[in-house]
């Protein structure tokens, strides 16, 4: 018999761990305690998903991830409950309902990852780009190329496009609209109309509630009566001037006739509405929404209208997955105190020359890489994000002598050259620089841990600049 053959054939379930053939599958079994980290090295996740809220911590908890080795890993359900939850029912690979299904997974788990080697993993500049290429890089990866809205309760506009949305808290979904309005804007994304819909001009919530109010003291504590005109006497009143306690005739208040047909001795021209609030009678109502997220009440015409589309990837969103995503807007640019990467090469260039000319020189070139900064990005939001930006730069400025500059090359990285500096020194400079922006990130952003790395090298005179930083910024990466 073919040994491979008969190695494949055969699971094997141990720890958590359940292999075949050469596959290693990760087995996380209901509410159990689970580091993402234990991943690393397995080619596939089994997930036990028979309760809803712990099926979808763990699909966040991978797809949130800012490293493409957990973000991207496929994610099998078993033991899974019909959900109406788009983040559960669109970021998994599959459903198994017992081990014995576990062969049919492994060519899913081969597929995606012959997929994820063709990814470009070069971190774009902005801050839209980076969440945007992590939703190019999964969708190139799972082969799809529509990014779908689906109605979820559990987002604050009520829709989702799960890819995307994941990187989200669900109160903060807005945001995935704005990222897609810029997605279309640099042609990553083609819109198709899908539906309309209307937020709350306070919080961008669009869990309204939409009631007829009185238009003098806006109450809804109003009711509604047919107006009667009785043509005898032309007299004209609300229905209820018509009855009397004992039958269902109804007689005239003013001639005291009785009201026979409809449309021969009487008619309903309209309805009237009275207040019970204030006791008045009035015509129209006025229609008000009122936020079921900050109480807020608004007049329907200042509700925010947004459309809600159903994005195809254009060519360039196609290519962004493997070619690397290139975008017109530059998040970082005029960040006081810092210079483009562009203009950092120039400049150190001239050190070099004026390294060659003075051999006792020594100077060094730092690179920093903030690698979960954009969990925090996310959560404070575009304005905030580009104070701590300035905040951070200013921290790193303060370690540094006047004459050295920062290139600001992302949100998440960048190069300190560090003149006249000798390795020893530089690198207790790059600790220093590292620990005091751990530090203030703890204490202003709810003890969040900040993950830094750094590298440094000595400035070399045989070497282009442009080759040396590359090989920093590569040694960094791996
Ligand atoms: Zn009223
Ligand atoms: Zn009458
Ligand atoms: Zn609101």
């Not at 609209?177 to 819109?191: F, M, S, T, V």
């Not at 050295?404 to 050259?417: C, M, N, R, W």
Request: net charge negative; glycine share 4%.
């Amino acid at each position: 018999m073919d040994t491979k053959k008969e190695n494949e054939s055969k699971i094997e379930a141990k720890d958590g761990r359940i292999s075949y053939g050469n596959l290693l599958f990760y087995y996380i079994e209901n509410n159990s305690s689970f580091r993402i980290e234990e991943l690393m090295g397995y080619d596939a996740l089994i997930l036990d998903a028979r309760d809803h809220d712990f099926t979808r911590l763990i699909i966040k908890r991978i797809r949130t991830h800012y490293n493409p080795e957990f973000y991207l890993k496929p994610v099998f359900l078993l033991n899974v409950k019909p959900t109406k939850d788009p983040l559960i029912n669109h970021l998994h690979d599959g459903i198994i309902y017992s081990f014995d299904q576990v062969p049919e997974l492994a060519n899913i788990v081969r597929q995606i990852f012959l997929l994820t080697t063709q990814l470009d993993y070069n971190l774009p500049n902005s801050f839209q780009a980076q969440t945007m290429k992590k939703v190019f890089n999964f969708m190139h990866t799972r082969e799809t190329k529509t990014l779908r809205p689906h109605i979820d309760v559990n987002s604050i506009v009520g829709y989702t496009y799960p890819e995307l949305s994941v990187s989200f808290d669900d109160r903060e979904e807005a945001q995935t609209l704005d990222i897609l309005e810029w997605a279309e804007k640099e042609g990553l994304i083609w819109p198709d109309f899908h539906e309309r819909i209307y937020l709350c001009n306070n919080c961008s919530s669009g869990f309204l509630s939409y009631r007829e109010v009185c238009p003098h003291c806006q109450s809804s504590n109003a009711k509604s009566e047919d107006l009667v005109h009785h043509f005898p006497c032309a007299y004209i009143g609300p229905i209820s001037d018509f009855r009397n306690p004992v039958d269902n005739t109804l007689s005239c208040p003013k001639c005291s006739k009785t009201l026979r047909h409809i449309g021969v001795d009487y008619d309903k021209p309209s309805v009237i509405n009275h207040c019970n609030n204030c006791d008045n009678n009035f015509q129209d109502f006025y229609v008000k929404a009122k936020c079921l997220s900050c109480e807020q009440d608004i007049e329907v015409q200042y509700l925010i209208p947004k459309t809600i589309y159903l994005f195809k990837l254009t060519k360039k969103g196609r290519s962004a997955a493997v070619n690397g995503l290139f975008t017109a807007s530059q998040e970082v640019e005029d960040i006081f105190g810092t210079i483009r990467p562009e203009v950092m090469k120039v400049m150190l260039h001239y050190e070099v020359e004026r390294m060659r000319k003075n051999s006792a020189l020594k100077s060094s070139v730092a690179v920093f890489h903030l690698e979960n900064i954009y969990e925090l990005y996310n959560r404070i939001g575009a304005k905030s994000r580009k104070n701590l930006i300035i905040e951070l730069m200013n921290l790193v400025r303060e370690n540094i002598r006047p004459s050295d500059y920062i290139g600001l090359e992302s949100a998440a990285t960048f190069y300190v050259s560090m003149i006249d500096t000798d390795p020893a020194a530089a690198a207790a400079t790059a600790n220093n620089i590292e620990r005091s922006m751990q530090t203030a990130i703890h204490k202003n952003f709810s003890a969040f841990e900040a993950s830094i790395r750094h590298h440094i090298e000595p400035l070399q005179i045989g070497t282009p600049v442009d080759a040396q930083l590359q090989l920093l910024a590569k040694e960094l990466f791996n």
